[in-house]
């Protein structure tokens, strides 16, 4: 059974040596309960949910992260990457700004890549910068100048039209990148890969990037991305949620659909009928089979609205776009 340790250890910010370990966590784990606030060195973490770390070890660097300008000369690391909700900080060195703006420092977390966040607070007279992180995945923390650093990863969002959850992400730019593995989860622990995108290799510009998640899903669901470049090396993107409705009497996808509509339903189907926007018939089906499917190939591209009645007589309309 995983032993869980509540650890207050005294703050102190130590010599700054190249990549030593400061701090390791064993398989029996380091357990913080939520709203418990640990120093760990200089390195401050106040999770809003339980946190563990297991078979981890944190080290500071003091080579910054090349950038526009360069971060502050202190950089944590992680063995490999950690979920956490809450909020992050750490102390620093005047000596070690860098050139940067103390006043204007931003949090920055990442993988192989870094994320700025904005509206971090920084205590000059302490030295201390901090920020509320939503789920964020992450292996390393530093600060500097927001956007400053080299981010490939500018912009992750969700969105929900019709049924379908739609990925949004931006790149600012790509080096020697291959593709982007699309991945999901209900618990943000166990994940898995609904597609991929490819990347556009080399990218000095922004580029725009969309998934379509049109299976049928019901409450909490978490996305991320993880980014692959050509020797194999990757990154993960900062975890984003949306909130579902309960189930509906039924689903339809892929939507949009180009070919075939699979037809999803919780009760015994008594008929579905489709019909254009201006009422026009389409389509009618007696008594469909469960996950029946209809083939939309030879339909005119637009919008159609797909009726169903149950044989306990409840009824629903459903928006789907053919392409």
């Not at 015994?268 to 083939?295: I, N, W, Y």
């Amino acid at each position: 059974m995983m032993k869980r340790y509540l650890l207050f250890c005294q703050l102190a910010l130590l010599p700054t040596l190249a990549a030593q370990a400061q701090f390791t966590a064993g398989t029996d784990g380091f357990f913080v309960s939520q709203n418990t606030q640990v120093f760990i060195d200089s390195l401050t973490l106040l999770p809003t949910v339980d946190f563990t770390l297991t078979s981890q070890t944190l080290t500071i660097s003091p080579t910054p992260i090349p950038g526009t300008p360069p971060s502050i000369a202190r950089v944590y690391s992680l063995t490999t990457p950690v979920n956490f909700t809450g909020v992050a900080g750490f102390f620093y060195r005047a000596s070690e700004l860098n050139g940067n703006n103390e006043s204007t420092l931003q949090l920055n977390h990442g993988n192989a890549s870094y994320v700025s966040t904005t509206g971090s607070t920084v205590n000059i007279g302490q030295h201390y910068i901090s920020n509320t992180l939503p789920l964020t995945n992450f292996t390393s923390l530093t600060a500097a100048q927001e956007n400053a650093l080299p981010v490939k990863l500018v912009d992750f969002q969700l969105k929900r039209m019709e049924n379908a959850t739609i990925l949004y992400w931006q790149t600012s730019e790509e080096t020697n990148s291959n593709f982007f593995e699309i991945q999901q989860s209900e618990d943000a622990k166990r994940w898995s890969v609904l597609g991929k995108i490819d990347a556009a290799n080399e990218s000095n510009s922004k580029r725009d990037y969309s998934f379509d998640d049109a299976a049928e899903r019901y409450g909490t669901q978490y996305y991320r991305l993880r980014m692959v470049d050509l020797d194999g090396s990757f990154a993960y993107s900062k975890i984003q949620s949306i909130r579902l409705g309960s189930a509906g009497l039924i689903s339809a996808y892929p939507n949009p659909v180009v070919d075939k509509l699979l037809i999803g339903s919780k009760e015994v189907l008594a008929s579905v009928k489709m019909t254009d926007l201006t009422g026009r018939q389409f389509l009618e089906l007696s008594k469909p089979k469960p996950g029946q499917e209809v083939s939309l190939k030879n339909y005119p591209a637009g919008t159609y609205l797909v009726k169903v009645e149950t044989t306990s007589g409840k009824t629903q309309v459903i928006k789907i776009i053919k392409q």
